[in-house]
């Protein structure tokens, strides 16, 4: 049993301690570049790799430890780049090698560390091993390299298993073999256009570790690995009727599901691990793992596996403040067990940005479900509000953070897409009955004044921006002390002066109610208001509110508004 250090504010529930362990990641603030919607130098209306390099000086000023980069590899771009066609090159999109070399020369220049995404699990049907897979006869080693096989039906004519794509439709898709006739199915958990790899063929590894190798040579710290629980599939590949995506339904555990969370995915990761060591003790993997329940995460990062994994759960808590509860405890007392430090995250390139998921009462749109001018709206003040209290909740809790691109902006989600500009595959495979995930993808405003708010200064952006998106330019929250970035500018440089990443975690009883959530780290106490009505807060120094007027005064008064977090130093005895 932990024991808890005694407070005036009434009892305490310890649940984690201080952390001295080894490793920068493991309080890390990481900060998620989608490469196609940070900044477009050459004017096509896509983001590039100059784009990040000029603008990393403004990430380091934000004063986070390192970016994580999502695909930018050689790709048809039918999935935004997370269809790869050739793993160990840059695509003309946004750049070249030389390109990305002089970025990363950049960021060491600025001590900001450069994870990239790497996608094990599919590549592109562009990439040469599928052409040649398509081109060889059934059976061959060539097809080894996916998950070919011979469809059901009297002349094959029925998908091999019932699985269904994260997108819609089915997960298996037919080819024409080189002789005209219709021939096997290859399966692919995403769209058509993304075959996944069979992972039980060791070409397949051996590939993998040449890519892994080709990254760290040029210097990155690590990997941010896509879909990470999906490379292995069930032997025999059993029919699964549950969710695509692996999460719980109703007679369907998503542990269950037979393409994801596979035994012998571990024996992947100690493998990879081991290459990584190899270039000393700062590359790390941090795993995309979406499994259910939360404790099995902790089996992902053992001392020999992964670093990090990302809280899925942590996301979709919400401002549910009794499940925050539980998902923070559940996290830290599971990843303790094994050593490992927890990660939280509100935002990423597959999820309605935050500001605009707190701008519901009810229930926000499902991931991939995106948001349409005919839908319920958002309330922008209040989803803007919010975000900036859960972002300031979620960063002083002891760990790592990911932050997604504009998320410090207070950015909301582009609702008013044209059907003609949709891009995410879900869009399509659907029907058009989930939007996608288009609207958090759009490019970003850096400049008020300037054409498409300073995204670039040529071709229309690949994504149109919101008329709002103008006010929310870096250049003019910069201009005013009270803004989103300013805050965030605030709250990221006291989290690294009390170094609250490598903190402990008490739960205040007393302010942990069905309205509101309060935790001790160290000597600073966390206090998040979700209910209607101010609270009283305890006895305290405020060091930071989250709501602009009051972080603008500092005036230490002692009621947290409704939709406000605070930080107070709490006298300890
Ligand atoms: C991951 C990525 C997502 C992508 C999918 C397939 O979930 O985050 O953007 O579409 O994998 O690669």
């Known amino acids: 049993m932990l024991e808890a250090p005694a407070v005036s504010a009434g009892p305490l529930t310890l649940v984690h301690t201080a952390d001295d362990a080894p490793g920068w990641w493991r309080s890390a603030v990481i900060y998620q570049v989608y490469p196609r919607s940070f900044r477009d130098l050459n004017g096509d209306g896509v983001g590039d790799l100059a784009g990040i390099t000029a603008e990393l000086p403004q990430l380091a000023r934000l004063d986070v430890d390192a970016v994580w980069l999502s695909p930018f590899y050689r790709s048809p771009q039918k999935d935004a780049g997370y269809d790869v066609s050739d793993y160990c090159d840059v695509d003309p999109l946004f750049g070249t090698l030389a390109d990305f070399d002089t970025m990363m020369a950049e960021a060491a220049r600025l001590s900001l560390r450069v994870i990239v995404d790497l996608v094990p699990n599919h590549c592109s049907d ?8 398509l081109a060889a006869p059934a059976g061959s080693r060539e097809r080894e390299m996916f998950i070919f096989r011979e469809g059901r ?25 080189p002789d005209g006739a219709p021939g096997q199915w290859y399966l692919h958990l995403f769209d058509a256009s993304q075959p996944d790899f069979n992972w039980d063929n060791q070409a397949v590894h051996d590939e993998f570790e040449r890519v892994l190798r080709f990254w760290l040579d040029r210097g990155v710290a690590g990997f941010r690995v896509d879909v990470a629980h999906a490379l292995v599939k069930a032997p025999g590949l059993p029919e699964w009727g549950g969710r695509a995506d692996g999460g719980s339904s109703d007679g369907y555990p998503g542990h269950e599901a037979p393409m994801f969370g596979q035994p012998a995915l571990h024996d992947i990761y100690r493998a990879w691990r081991r290459i990584l060591a190899e270039y000393g003790p700062d590359r790390i993997l941090c795993a995309e793992a979406n499994v259910d329940p939360l404790p099995r995460l902790a089996d992902w990062v053992r001392p020999d596996q992964m670093h990090q994994a990302f809280n899925f759960p942590y996301l979709h808590a919400g401002l549910d403040v009794r499940r925050l509860r539980g998902v923070i405890t559940d996290s830290l007392v599971a990843l303790d067990a094994v050593g490992a430090p927890s990660t939280w995250v509100l935002s990423n390139h597959d999820v309605v940005r935050h500001a605009t998921r707190f701008g519901y009462d009810g229930p926000a749109p499902r ?113 005013q002390p009270s803004s989103h970035l300013n805050l965030y500018r605030r709250i990221l440089a006291m989290r690294r002066e009390l170094d609250l990443g490598r903190g402990s975690l008490a739960w205040l009883e ?43 005064t500092h005036d230490g008064g002692h009621q947290l508004g409704s939709g406000e977090t605070v930080w107070l130093n709490l006298p300890l005895g």
Not at 126 to 132: G, S
Not at 523 to 536: K, Q, S
């Open 126 to 133: 562009q990439h040469a091993a599928f052409q040649q897979a």
């Open 153 to 177: 039906g009297a002349f094959g004519e029925e998908p091999p298993n019932n699985w269904q794509s994260h997108f819609g439709g089915s997960a298996w898709t037919r080819i024409t073999e």
């Open 367 to 479: 991931d991939g479900d995106g948001i349409g001018i005919f839908d319920h709206q958002p309330d922008v003040v209040a989803g803007r509000t919010r975000a900036a209290a859960a972002s300031m909740f979620m960063l002083g809790l002891p760990g790592g953070a990911y932050l997604y691109q504009g998320e410090e902006l207070g950015l909301p989600d582009g609702i008013d897409i044209p059907d003609s500009q949709r891009q995410d595959p879900t869009f399509a495979r659907t029907g058009g009955e989930r939007l996608g995930r288009d609207g958090c993808r759009v490019p970003l405003p850096w400049r008020a004044a300037e054409l498409h708010a300073g995204f670039g200064s040529g071709q229309a952006p690949w994504l149109p921006q919101p008329e709002g998106f103008r006010e929310l330019a870096r250049d003019a929250q910069t201009d």
């Open 510 to 552: 007393s302010w942990c109610t069905d309205r509101s959530l309060a935790y001790l780290n160290g000597t600073t106490l966390v206090v998040m208001n979700v209910g209607r009505d101010p609270l009283e807060l305890p006895p305290g120094l405020v060091l930071l509110r989250s709501s602009p007027a009051a972080a603008e």
